[in-house]
């Protein structure tokens, strides 16, 4: 059987899809798979050993560009339908996927309405499933594909797969400056978030403090620094702990590269954190306005924080306190700096790192 996937992003929802991806290849080997995915999560997709093609593909560019739009579909609708899939499924559960979806001109399936995040895309379905909204993202993505394609629910813990890539790159040299940044023991912190969640970040202060009780144990921090706004926090946080350092602006294979050197990390709800915690290292992963309970991957070497605070998790993207306005997010806030040392100093003592 060949099938045609679409997750076409974002980085934590493809990361999601992995487990899943690992499900089938153990109780569907027949199955061949290619992944319609956006370009900036391609090489991702390319990690798991199921996926034959990681197929790049940017809606996101051609709004930008809509006079490209025709014929750039026009020109996916060939590639598609040229690969002659016996079925597409859809697990994204949106209209600009089940669209795409399509174009492939097989069957397409997908998530039924009551369960699908844009219900209307579930009217493009030829078969649809109901997913309960209660199960976490990783688990539904797993009901989903073993729903949709006909075996059993595993009960096995998720198996993102990336262990062996995590093996080659702690194997693979890193060049300068790099090398040197990683060549004492660091955790990495992932610090920032995109702009429509900024809610989601924890304090600088908090940062800094945390970095000043790695300090006595050895420990540097290593952030990463993609753009001007990242720039900006890092500074502002190295200024209050000699033990931060700077990445600069890497690409998703390299950054992986780096991260597979670090003791564990320390994120928010983000895709790096997902990331990191797919990868197996150790983590601590900070939950404000989002729920632990929705999103968060478990596992020995995992430990989730929910904020304490009494509205939180809120789930929204602008926080309505009064606070806020004077750019205080007090569910951040109150995910206190040593409990989360104490969360992650468990965890390098457990893994005797």
């Not at 076409?8 to 569907?28: E, I, N, Q, Y």
């Not at 909204?133 to 990336?162: G, K, V």
Request: charged share 20%; proline share 7%.
């Amino acid at each position: 059987m060949k099938l045609l996937l679409l997750r076409l992003s974002s980085l934590g929802d493809v990361l999601h899809t992995l487990p899943a991806m690992s499900d089938l290849a153990v109780s569907r080997p027949d199955v061949e798979v290619d992944w319609l995915v956006e370009p900036a999560f391609a090489p991702v997709v390319a990690w798991h050993s199921k996926v034959k093609n990681a197929i790049p593909f940017s809606l996101r560019t051609l709004k930008k560009a809509p006079l490209t739009f025709p014929a750039a579909l026009r020109q996916l609708r060939n590639t598609l339908r040229a690969n002659h899939y016996d079925a597409v499924l859809d697990s994204q559960g949106l209209y600009k996927s089940a669209f795409l979806a399509r174009l492939a001109g097989a069957p397409v399936l997908g998530l039924a309405a009551d369960s699908a995040r844009e219900p209307g895309a579930s009217r493009l379905y030829q078969q649809r499933f109901t997913i309960p909204w209660s199960s976490p993202a990783i688990a539904r993505n797993r009901q989903l594909f073993a729903a949709a394609l006909q075996y059993p629910l595993p009960d096995t813990r998720p198996d993102f797969a990336l262990a062996p890539r995590r093996r080659q790159w702690q194997d693979q040299s890193l060049a300068e400056p790099l090398a040197q940044l990683v060549r004492k023991p660091f955790v990495i912190g992932f610090h920032a978030t995109s702009a429509a969640w900024k809610t989601k970040e924890w304090p600088e202060q908090h940062w800094m403090t945390l970095a000043s009780r790695m300090r006595v144990s050895g420990l540097n921090l290593v952030l990463p620094a993609a753009d001007e706004r990242e720039h900006l926090r890092v500074a502002s946080i190295q200024a209050g702990a000699d033990n931060v350092l700077a990445l600069p602006r890497l690409n998703l294979e390299t950054l992986a590269m780096v991260m597979s050197r670090a003791q564990a990390f320390v994120g928010m709800d983000t895709g790096l954190s997902y990331l990191g915690s797919a990868l197996g290292l150790a983590g601590v992963t900070l939950y404000g306005p989002t729920s632990v309970e929705r999103l968060a991957h478990g596992g020995g070497q995992q430990i989730n924080l929910q904020s304490p605070q009494s509205c939180a998790p809120c789930g929204k993207t602008r926080c309505p306190l009064p606070e806020a306005q004077n750019g205080r997010i007090l569910c951040q806030e109150a995910l206190d700096p040593d409990r989360v040392w104490s969360a992650l100093s468990s965890l390098l003592e457990s893994s005797d790192l």
